[in-house]
């Protein structure tokens, strides 16, 4: 089965478009490092306060689904850096 997220996420912390980066950076390494995800940004807009993250995980069954789409928001809210704003979910 694949997980696929569409995360938005709001970045408090960000004054500018470096800024930005180095928020989105942090959490892209560390979701792949920490679950072995394929995570990209979607939009790289002028936008220095808002991130559209895409995220794909395989997995076993439904419950596995499940449980990481609750450790990868977990992830981002712990960061404390990041809010996330939306969330479109496929599961095939």
Aim: aromatic fraction near 6%.
């Amino acid at each position: 089965m694949l997980l696929y997220l569409e995360l938005k996420i709001f970045i408090r912390s960000s004054h500018s478009l470096k800024d930005k980066r180095q928020v989105v950076h942090s959490i892209k390494d560390r979701l792949k490092s920490r679950y072995n995800l394929s995570v990209s940004e979607l939009n790289s807009d002028n936008k220095w306060q808002t991130a559209t993250l895409g995220i794909a995980y395989v997995g076993q069954d439904g419950k596995d689904m499940e449980r990481m789409k609750r450790n990868i928001e977990e992830n981002i809210y712990l960061n404390g850096n990041a809010e996330i704003l939306s969330v479109k979910e496929e599961i095939l």
